[in-house]
């Protein structure tokens, strides 16, 4: 069976979403987002993906009628 893998978000993609330049504060910042994201808002980025599957499903659905 086929597993879904979320994209790996790395350093250099935060830096070009947030359109900032790497310097050891940023850095630190970095370290902190993903902390966060790991700590206290897994959970919504869950339901988010959650959610997308069965948008799809539901997409895929509608095409086969």
Do not use: C, F, G
Not at 2 to 29: F, G, H, M
């Amino acid at each position: 069976m086929r597993k879904l893998i979320v994209s790996n978000w790395e350093y250099e993609d935060y830096l070009a979403i947030t359109d900032r330049k790497d310097s050891p504060t940023t850095q630190k910042r970095w370290l902190a987002v993903i902390a966060l994201i790991n700590t206290k808002h897994y959970e919504s980025i869950d339901n988010e993906i959650r959610e997308t599957v069965q948008w799809v499903d539901d997409l895929i659905t509608k095409e086969e009628k």
